[in-house]
């Protein structure tokens, strides 16, 4: 539904898909205040948006910072933004400076390191995790 808001050629549907984007954007300010099943039920919304290539670069530059303040937290908003990568790790290869970011959360190299060598392995550079 939301390609097709997108890609439409009414000016109203593509207004109405503009305002989804922005509220969900806006929305991402609260989520330390969401239930824990709201908050993972917004993180695979997300994760679908971005594996459907429904926001342009800028909007994913914005998220993949939003992902990268929230791994720097030991809370729900951590969990959110590990929650979301495992589910976008296929597109990330597009994302070499976020992917070898990772390696600089100590919370999540000691949570997930699995997930963390996975992502940096899809990249075309050395793996700093590797012996």
Known sequence: MM?????SSKQEEKELYASMIT???TELRF????????????????????NANLIERKLINVF????????????????FAVAVIEKIKGKLSDEPEFCEALVDYDNLL????????????????PNPLSP
Do not use: C, W
């Not at 390609?3 to 890609?7: D, E, R, S, V």
């Not at 989520?31 to 948006?49: D, G, V």
């Not at 993949?64 to 969990?79: A, E, H, P, S, Y």
């Open 31 to 50: 989520h330390s205040n969401y239930p824990e099943k709201e908050l993972m039920i917004t993180a695979n919304f997300f994760a679908a948006i971005i």
């Open 3 to 7: 390609l097709k808001l997108k890609n």
């Open 64 to 79: 993949l910072q939003v992902l990268k303040d929230d791994l720097k937290q030991t809370n729900k908003k951590f969990d």
């Open 110 to 125: 000691a949570r997930y390191p699995e997930l963390v060598h996975q992502i940096i392995s899809g990249l075309n550079v």
């Open 23 to 25: 509220f969900l954007f």
